[in-house]
């Protein structure tokens, strides 16, 4: 079965940083690009950050461009993500999720809270 | 960015009733439109891509159409496992944008 387990999430003050992780498992994940989604409480879904098979390549929505880096580890089939510098506004539920075809997202995660306040 | 707008924001439907759902970009995205369900507390579910073609596993009753800019997601009977929101994402270029979600509530 394919499986996504994301961790690290929790509350941390503005400023701060944040390591999540992402374990995959029932797949070859160092054939896949991988995507990490956040969504706000009550609110809709958001692209963060995508980073190619080998770790090579990445991209980054320009709300996080700067502050967050994601990475991977094919060895520990281990998907990052390094949040730095962290506001209000990056308080949501993030979902680490596989694409099928490069582009559709299937699975998803459980998905981690992180929660940014004082 | 590709600005993906969903109508309506919200329904309310029973049990057997048949409901459409549009989402409209914000220009062109050929065939690269996808589906998914959420429900409360759970992650998303992927139910149509590609605009009209069934993920593995996800019942006849969904079905997805269009092309360009204009999309649809039918349910043809609503069941009662079928209440949730559902959000649609375009993936022509990026930031692979989602639409804002449609909650789909019993009636």
């Known amino acids: 079965e394919v499986q996504l387990v994301e961790s690290g999430g929790g509350l941390v003050q503005p400023g701060g940083s944040l390591r999540l992780s992402c374990a995959a498992s029932g797949f070859t994940f160092s054939s896949y690009w991988m995507h990490w989604v956040r969504q706000a409480p009550g609110k809709g879904l958001v692209w963060v950050s995508r980073i190619n098979s080998d770790g090579s390549s990445t991209s980054y929505a320009d709300s996080v461009k700067g502050r967050f880096t994601i990475s991977r580890d094919n060895a520990k089939n281990t998907l990052y993500l390094q949040m730095n510098s962290l506001r209000a506004e990056d308080t949501a539920v993030y979902y680490c999720a596989r694409p099928v075809a490069r582009v559709w997202f299937d699975p998803w995660g459980q998905g981690t809270l992180v929660t940014v306040s004082s | 960015d590709i600005q993906m707008t969903q109508s309506p924001s919200s329904v309310s439907a029973s049990v057997g009733d048949r409901v459409t759902i549009t989402c409209r970009a914000s220009?062109?995205?050929?065939?690269?439109l996808a589906w998914y369900q959420q429900k409360p507390g759970k992650a998303p579910k992927l139910l149509i891509y590609a605009a009209s073609s069934l993920q593995s596993g996800v019942p006849s009753r969904f079905s997805g159409s269009g092309s360009g800019t204009d999309f649809t997601l039918t349910i043809s009977s609503l069941q009662p496992e079928d209440f949730a929101t559902y959000y649609c994402?375009?993936?022509?270029?990026?930031?692979?944008?989602f639409g804002q979600g449609t909650r789909l509530e019993i009636k």
């Open positions: 994402q375009q993936a022509n270029s990026f930031p692979h944008t």
């Open positions: 220009q062109g995205i050929s065939s690269w």
